[in-house]
């Protein structure tokens, strides 16, 4: 008998690995207007590799008999309806008979044809039908695994909002029918930006955790960087913005070893540039020149740049902070928002001066309950040796963050500023 918090920790692991995958593959046999059914059918199947694998232990491919009892559920379903042409899907004309329908599902579970789905189940959820903020909802939920509670977070709204965005773009799929298809040339660029803001706000989740008192949540890069690289490999989706992100994921991932320590937040100032990786580094100055090509310029360009930048500098004091303003100045103008004048303020801070750079944080609006702004005011009025001010400043802001790791880093910035006094 295998121990059960073991086979929990692998079925949570698989449910964010897999999940997602299966979803898409079963809505492409059973329809989009059956979305809830393949999400049934894969909760399911987790909860009986739970109890099957408790008292019969871990099989040697987890992965693939999870896939077997997921297309044996789909198969049983498929059977169960009084008439086959109740199934709305690209395999329905094959399945009018017992003999085509095993063979015909089968094929839907090739690997090659599981990503397929993947990115067909992308660009449906991201139906110009369905709004922006529940397009987004429903590819984090369905293909990125994200609690609806995690989602919340990032959107910084509350759980019953997510609930309801995710409910109307089920009901869409549902009532128009939506095919899983990779949209036609004409349509394809708009549908392709709400794709990557999706992948881009998973990778953030992953990369800073809103609500997890994990440090970071790879499993989550990981997956993001997953979705986008299937973008890439495919011809008609490969374009110069979409290698800008994976630029973007790439050269952020790379700091992973340098960024924390003993559980502990270290930030890039201080970081052990020598713990940075460098084959990752490489792939993401690789996709970035790629991404270069042509006259297309994104927010995923410009904020790669920004990435670059970075990791070329042999440590945090020799940065060509003007080269970063720059970027800045055009991120500012293509995608303004308080976010990107905060990063602007602080980099204004280390290319001029610290004042300059105060100045600049506190014209920003809208900001008032994020503490990196106030943790931001906090670093420039204590290298301005303002010490009340920054104690008030990181005292703001440890009141705002919502993780164990920001609370450990403010509160450290708040006992160092402390023993000088």
Known sequence: MARSENVQQLAGHLFRHEAGKMAAVLTRILGSDRLEVAEDIVQDTLMKAVETW???GVPENPSAWLYAVAKNKALDFIRSRQ?????HSEIAKAIHSEWSLPSSVNSLFLESEIEDSQLRMMFAACHPSIQEESQIALTLKILGGLSVR???SAFLTNEETIQKRIARAKEKLRDEKISLEIPSPQSLSSRIDAVLKVLYLLFNEGYHPSQS?????ED???EAMRLTYLMIQNHMTSKPKVLALMAL???QVSRFNARTNNEKFISLEQQDRSLWNKQLMDKGFAF??????????SEYHLEAAIAAVHMKADSFADTDWNRLLTLYDILAQLKPGPIIELNRAITIGYA??????LDELRKINGLESNHFYHAALGNFLTHLKENDNALRAYSNALNIATTLADKDFLQKKIDEIKLRV
Not at 213 to 217: A, G
Request: glycine letters at 6%.
């Open 249 to 251: 994921m790439c050269l």
């Open 288 to 297: 970035l020149e790629q991404a270069s090509e042509g006259n297309d310029l």
């Open 352 to 357: 001029k001066s610290y004042r300059e750079g």
């Open 213 to 217: 008192n994990q440090l970071l949540r």
């Open 220 to 222: 989550l890069c990981e």
């Open 54 to 56: 408790r008292f019969k």
């Open 83 to 87: 008439r086959h042409e109740q199934i």
């Open 150 to 152: 995690e989602i919340a």
